[in-house]
Each structure stands twice: as C-alpha cells, then as structure tokens.
C-alpha cells in the first residue's frame, strides 16, 4: 500500500512539472482561422497538424450554425433583390446547433490538433446564430453556452457567467510572454451603419484593465472581423462586408486605447472575409499595426466560381484599391490576396536579435501564400510623429491613408467599372435585339414583294 501511495504520489508530482514546464515553454508557433463549414470536406487539418502549433486560435464561423434559404428573384419568396420579402438566413434550432458541433469536434483531423495543442476562440455570426447578427439576436444566451460546450470551456469558467465570450490568456516565461485577448465582436454590437458600438461599454471596460495589464512581448487581439481593413469603403455600392472600419468610432477608439496604455507588440488576427489578407496601420499608436486575416478554413471567395474563371476574382481584387494590404515579393499573386482554403500563422524567433515574428497565410498543402517578417523591435512605440503624421511621405505613406479618404474616382473605380462593363453588355443586347428584329422585318417584307 505504501508503494502505491508513493508511486501515485510521483506521478502526480511528475505531472505537476510537466505542466508547469508547459506554461513556461516559450510559445513559436500559433496556427488560427474561421468559417469552417462542419458539412463540407476539412483536408486543411492535416495542413494545421504538420505546422504543429502550440496554440490554436478560432476566430469565428467555427461552425455554420444559420439555416441559408435557397437564392430566389421571383416568386412568392423572394430572398434577393430590393423587392425581396423573407430573409435569406434563419437561425437554427438549440438541438441542431448541438448537432453541428458535434459534428465539427468529432472531425478526426480537428480532434487530433485538439489532443497536441490549447484551443481557444471567439465566435463569429454564423455560429453567434445568425448572419450579420448583432446585439439585438435573441438566442444569444443559448448559442454562447453551446459555443463554450465546443471549446470545453469549464463549467466554473467566468466566460459562462458574463454577457459574451471575451476571454484573455497568458503564454510563456518571463520576457517571452505572449498575451492572446479573443474580442466578442457579437454580443453588443450595435446594427450596421449606425457607427455605435462594437464592443459594449462592459468589453470596453475589461478590454482597457488587460492592456493596462502586465507588460508582454507580444499581445495578440483576436477579433472576428477585420480591423485595419475596410473594403467596403471601396468596393460599395456593389457589396459590403462587415469591419471595424464601418464603425470608425470604435476603431479610432480602440487604436487610442493601444496608445494610450503605451501597450507595445500588439498583432491583429481576424476572419470573416473567405480570403487571406496581411494589412498594415502605420498611423495610428506609434508603431505599425499588422492585421493577418486567415478566412477560410473551408469557405473561401474562389470556391463559388468555376475553376477557369477564378482568374477574375484575382483580377477583381487587384484592381480594387486598399491602401492597408501588405505588398511584397512573398505574395502568390500580383493581389497580395488569397482566395482560397487557408490557415493562418504566427512564428516567433525568440533567438533573433532583435526577435523576430513571422505572419502567414498558408493554404490547404501549408505553402506559404502570403507573409512578411516582422521584427519585434519594430512593434515599440517611438515616441515621435514619424509613425503617426499622416502627411508623412516615404514608403510608408500608403498605410497611412484610410481607404475612406481616397479621392473619390479612386475609391469607386472598380463600381464604376463594373457598371460600365453592365452598360456595355445591356447596350450590346439591346443592339443585337434591335438587329434581329430588323432583320426579321426586312425578311418579311421581301417574302411579301416576292
């Protein structure tokens, strides 16, 4: 009995240092995405699994927990165009939002990283419950207790007691502490185009208390939709996605708060998109401020087209203006965008002198598709205008304009594009309708001369 008491006694002191040897391993590689469909195809785990990353980040869309109506013009129905009259998503029931995580966590590739790696995540709004939902969506209490099911989240966790799923984490020993703060970009949203808030006045308040916090190296701040970003500003009227930057209120908040709190290293990731993306702020707290979008998993923008045509969502993205994108020479394409199946990446050098960060978007092989290096001494504030000015002039200058203050012929170059090629096509139509109907007369008339 005394060695079985000893012996269970060195095991669970062996276990004791394991752990605490894990929480102070230094972190190198963390792995994130979004929108990954739980009713499609996942080959990109294997991708993920190779990479082996430490910690895993969802940033939303972890599952497609809406009900998407089929697209209707006509009829009774009508789920698209100005004269529609039933909306084109529907929330899901509580018994199959539990049926769709099941079925994401049982995904053999995803239960395998699970068993390597800490998973942690916020939501986005298909698995909040509905598209584009915001704080008025009434099965919000439900959804954020099946969504903290998902990431086994323990049932004494404070994340299961507060209003949204906003959480904070630390990594790493002293002097290479990574800080991971996952925003709730839902849960006290207020309705587009209202410039209100993203993050209610309690997130603001806890968001404020972990960037006053203790100092770290590195502070990742995961948020579901893109912060530095906003490609609605030039791809409207013709579509709009969802972005900090459509409520500039709350992203010039949010950049005052990094600034004011002198919080150095701090590293964006986000989704939503359905495209991989690296954008760059060099004007708003003293240093610059990168932004890796990994979007999607399993969704992405070059799925929904027809392989030989895939070449114009590349071309539609290269000649839409972005002022943010990073452009480089480890870029695929000539965009600097990628539109399909990928992952995002973060490798840290704590061994470099300074130490060095890595930022990626891989794709579903773990090829780099997009990435630019980062030094980690770049990430301090300096204590001067010369990141802040936007009058300064230099390479840097176009990450210091916002898209929304581009000159208007550059802003809505790719409507007025679009809409010349429709006017072009209609008038082609027109005239080869105009054609045959002359034509057809004119044989007419010649059978009745004959």
């Known amino acids: 009995m005394k060695i079985l008491s000893f012996w ?15 929480q102070d391993s230094p972190i190198t590689r963390i792995a994130f995405g979004s929108c990954a469909n739980q009713s499609a195809p996942q080959p990109i785990w294997e991708a993920i699994n190779k990479y082996d990353p430490q910690v ?9 927990g809406d009900i998407r109506k089929p697209n209707r013009l006509i009829g009774k129905e009508r789920t698209i165009g100005p004269w529609r009259n039933s909306p084109r998503f529907v929330p899901s029931s509580e018994a199959e939002m539990k049926v769709r995580y099941a079925k994401a966590k049982a995904n053999p590739g995803y239960s395998r990283l699970q068993r390597k790696a800490r998973v942690i995540g916020t939501w986005d709004d298909h698995d909040y419950g509905l598209n584009d939902a915001g704080k008025e969506f009434d099965r919000k209490v439900v959804n954020q207790r099946l969504m903290l099911d998902f990431l086994d989240e323990p049932l004494d966790s404070p994340r299961r007691k507060q209003a949204g799923v906003y959480a904070s984490y630390m990594f790493g020993p002293s002097n290479r502490k990574v800080k991971v703060i996952v925003l709730d970009t839902r849960y006290h949203r207020d309705p587009l185009r209202s410039d209100g808030s993203i993050l209610g006045d309690t997130q603001w308040g806890w968001l404020e208390n972990e960037l006053r916090g203790p100092h770290t190296e590195i502070t990742i701040i995961a948020s579901s939709v893109q912060v530095i970003s906003n490609l609605s500003a030039t791809t409207g009227p013709l579509f709009y996605m969802e972005s900090w930057g459509r409520f500039p209120k709350e992203r010039k908040r949010l950049f ?15 989704g939503d998109v359905h495209f991989g993306e690296i954008t760059r702020y060099d004007c708003a707290v003293g240093y610059p401020l990168y932004d890796v979008t990994s979007s999607g998993l399993v969704q992405s923008v070059e799925k929904v087209f027809p392989r030989p045509l895939r070449f114009l969502v590349r071309l539609m993205f290269w000649y839409t203006p972005n002022t943010m994108r990073v452009i480089n020479d480890n870029c695929r394409y000539r965009s600097c965008t990628y539109g399909q199946q990928n992952f995002g990446a973060i490798s840290i050098d704590w061994n470099a002198n300074p130490a060095a960060v890595r930022l990626e978007i891989r794709d579903v092989n773990g090829v780099t598709a997009l990435s630019t290096n980062v030094s980690l001494s770049e990430l301090q504030p300096r204590g001067s205008k010369s990141l802040t000015d936007p009058n300064k002039k230099g390479k840097s200058q176009r990450h210091c304009t916002l898209e929304a203050e581009l000159p208007g012929i550059t802003r809505y170059r790719l409507a007025v594009l679009v809409y010349f090629i429709i006017a072009v096509l209609v008038m082609a139509l027109v005239g080869l309708i105009i054609g045959v109907v002359l034509t057809i007369t004119a044989c007419v008339y010649k059978c009745k001369v004959d």
């Open 8 to 22: 269970c006694f060195s095991l669970l002191f062996t276990a004791a240092i394991a752990t605490e040897t894990a």
């Open 56 to 64: 895993f980040i969802w940033l939303g869309d972890n599952i497609y």
């Open 256 to 270: 005052q708060l990094i600034q004011d709190t002198k919080r150095n290293g701090v590293i964006f990731i986000s």
